[in-house]
Every structure is written in C-alpha cells, then in structure tokens.
C-alpha cells in the first residue's frame, strides 16, 4: 500500500478507536469495520478508494497454479488449508482493500449432493440436467453441518486477515439455475430461459430452493465472520427486464432478507446487467456491481438512491500496453466520484492471462491517485 494511502487509513483508525489500542480493550469498533472496503460498502467517506478484483485468486498467478498441482477444483474447495491459503496468495503480492474467499458457485450444490463436477478449461457440468418435479424433489436445503470446510476456513481467515474484511459470496439463482438445467457451461442459457418461460411451476420451485441454497451458504460464512458478501448472479443478464423481475429478483431478494439482520453488506453482480441495475439494487444489495459496458457515472443514475457502486475496469484493459491501463483506470475513477461509495474493480473476473505485475500496479494506481483527491 502507497504510504500516502497507509497514513491516511491509520489516521482513520486512530480516530475512530479514540487512539487507544485495539489489543487491549473490547473493540466497539472493530478496525475492519472500519476499513476502506466496508466503509465506501456503507457510503462513508473513504482515505483513499478500496480496491480488489472478481477472481483475484486464481490462473493468472503462478503461485496458485503450483498449489493446485494435481488436484481438482472441488477437492480444493472442500479443504480448509487449502482454501485459505488459496484465500491469502492474492493478498501477498497486492495490497487490496478485501480479500475473497475461495470457493466456487456450485460448491453448496455439490454439499447437498448434486451429481456436478467442475471440469479444468470447461467449468462446473452434470451428468443429468435438471428437468422435472422428481429432479427438483431430489434437491434438498443445505445445512451449516453440510460445509465444515467453509466454517473453518473463514475462521482462521478471519484471524489471519486482521483488518482486512474477508468477501464471501454466493451463486445468484438463475445462474445456479442454468448449470443445472444446460448441464455446463452455456453462450445463451436458451434451456434454462426455455424452462423459466414454459413451465413457471417447476422454475419458481427450483429458483426458490436454490434461493435457500445459497441464502444457508452465505450464512455459514458470515456466522463464521466474513464482513462482506457478494451474490454472483454472473449470467442474469440474458434475461429481459420484465422477466426478470417475476422470474427472477422475487428468489434473489429472499437472499438478500435472510441477510437483512446480519448488518454485512450485500454486494449484487451480473455479467450484461446494464438493463437491470436498477432492479439489482431493489432486491436488496447496498452495493450493485457493474461490468464494463455502462459507465458508472450512468449506472449511478440507473439505481436507487443509498446503493453504493463496484466495478468496472474491462477485464480485457489488463492486457493492453500500460499507458492504456493508466488511462483508463483514471478514467474509471472520474466516473465513480458520481456515485455514492465506490469500490474499484474490473467489470468481471481476472483473465488467466493476466500479468499479476499489472494487478499490483493497478491497486497501487488507484490508492495513490484516489488518495490524492479524497472522496
Ligand atoms: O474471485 C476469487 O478469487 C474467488 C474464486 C472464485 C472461483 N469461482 C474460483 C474458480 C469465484 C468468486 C468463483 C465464482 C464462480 N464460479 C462464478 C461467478 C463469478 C464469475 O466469474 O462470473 C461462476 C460463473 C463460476 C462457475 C465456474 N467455475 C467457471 C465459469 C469456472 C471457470 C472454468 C474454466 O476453467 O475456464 C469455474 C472454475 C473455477 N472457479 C476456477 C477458479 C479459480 C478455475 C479452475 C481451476 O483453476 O482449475
């Protein structure tokens, strides 16, 4: 972190704790609740502006590809080292304002014993696509006892972090929904809209289940103490306005209210969501994230006053000459002070080519200049 950026965060915590240490009372005030990250979530005002990046774990880094050496995605995700070691790699080479549990979507579906697997280059598929009132029968709630892994590995994450807050996060229900239906990875999701207009019995019965799902899921994480979550619904965005807001915000804002208590907040994104963004804020997110393709100067206009924005650096920038990078990142920044609170980060997640030199640079970028001309 800039020193400029390092002061300015000090100084903040040193007020808000009335300059006593931390390690030697009950903390009112929490540093992490305090940090950039959570507070640009609440629409505070912020040091300099928080930074982290949708899949920052992961290909681009060769740490992480030397760790997962022989073993399957969903063997990694099932073991509490490995996670959180996985958690951690990103947060050794770039100073980002929140870390991401390491995990993946289809994870709960696995733990309440859906036949999926996630194959390496392809994503999460089935043996049997999901497809009538027997399948949705089969589909049962996931219980806290169910992901062990999850519990510990936020535990000791938690510890680890300090105060840094830890991201944890969910898979949306339509994009759920479309793995198990399409059996993979799909371009238009044509099944899965096919089902939820023709048969709206058998798709509310199956949005709604996976609705509790992955409501379960994001509770075992913050019970276990992450500060922060975020619902991927990465694939709603193949879906109209109208459609969406019968078929598919009634089950997300389910999970947003079975959150309401728990005072985290809730960050809701989509791949192509520029129609939706509004209606992404109504089911209940404090944050919208927005991808590349609506400015967040617009996209502050297309949602309700009190949410705060994320994003939304194109992915695709990271592998252009430096200069280019600058540029826009800058630009980026212009068009967030629009918003509320404004959390940096790219538009969808981290390409696997991606030089993890250029995601450090990146972050340094946006504290050093942010800091420069505070919120
Ligand atoms: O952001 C992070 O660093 C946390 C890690 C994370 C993973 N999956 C790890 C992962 C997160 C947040 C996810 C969520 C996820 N998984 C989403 C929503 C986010 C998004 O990108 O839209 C979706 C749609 C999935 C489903 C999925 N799992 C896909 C599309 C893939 C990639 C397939 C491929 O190989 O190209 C996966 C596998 C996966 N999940 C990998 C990682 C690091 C790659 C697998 C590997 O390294 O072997």
């Not at 009538?132 to 680890?160: C, H, K, M």
């Not at 229900?173 to 899965?192: C, M, R, V």
């Not at 799902?213 to 709603?236: E, K, P, T």
Request: hydrophobic letters at 45%; one cysteine or more.
């Amino acid at each position: 972190m800039p020193l400029l950026a390092r002061v300015a965060r000090d100084a903040v915590r040193v007020r808000d704790l009335g300059g006593v240490s931390c390690e030697r009372i009950t903390c009112v005030t929490p540093p992490t609740q305090e940090s950039p990250f959570l507070r640009a979530c609440r629409r505070e005002p912020v040091p300099y502006t928080p930074v982290w990046f949708m899949r920052q774990a992961g290909r681009s880094l060769p740490e992480y590809r030397a760790a997962r050496n022989g073993m399957t995605m969903l063997s990694a995700c099932t073991r509490a080292e490995v996670i959180t070691e996985l958690t951690l790699q990103p947060l050794r080479r770039f100073p980002v304002d929140a870390a991401i549990l390491f995990s993946d979507i289809v994870v709960p579906l696995r733990a309440v014993g859906v036949d999926i697997d996630i194959k390496p280059g392809v994503g999460p598929v089935t043996a049997q696509p999901f497809r009538s009132e027997a399948d949705l029968a089969r589909l049962r709630d996931l219980d806290p006892g169910d992901v062990p892994y999850i519990t510990d590995a936020v535990t000791s994450l938690v510890r680890e972090l300090g105060a840094t807050p830890l991201i944890g996060f969910a898979g949306g229900p339509f994009t759920l929904a479309s793995y198990l239906i399409e059996g993979g990875p799909s371009k238009n999701h044509d099944l899965t809209r096919a089902l939820m207009y023709g048969d709206p019995g058998l798709w509310h019965g199956l949005l709604s289940r996976l609705a509790d799902i992955a409501a379960a899921f994001l509770r075992v994480q913050v019970s276990a103490g992450a500060s922060a979550v975020q619902l991927f619904d990465s694939w709603a965005g193949v879906v109209g306005p109208d459609d969406y807001r019968t078929a598919v915000l009634p089950h997300s804002r389910r999970i947003f209210e079975a959150l309401a208590g728990s005072a985290v907040p809730r960050i809701h994104f989509g791949v192509g969501t520029g129609e939706l963004l509004g209606q992404l804020g109504a089911a209940g997110a404090d944050v919208v994230g927005v991808d590349w393709r609506v400015g967040l100067d617009e996209a502050a206009a297309r949602v309700d006053a009190g949410k705060a924005l994320q994003g939304n650096l194109d992915p695709a920038i990271l592998l252009a000459p430096w200069p280019v990078i600058e540029q826009r990142v800058k630009q980026v920044l212009v068009q967030g002070r629009v918003a509320e609170g404004h959390v940096f980060n790219l538009g969808h997640g981290v390409l696997p080519q991606t030089d993890p030199d250029v995601l450090a640079r990146v972050t340094d970028l946006v504290h050093q200049e942010s800091a420069r001309r505070p919120v």
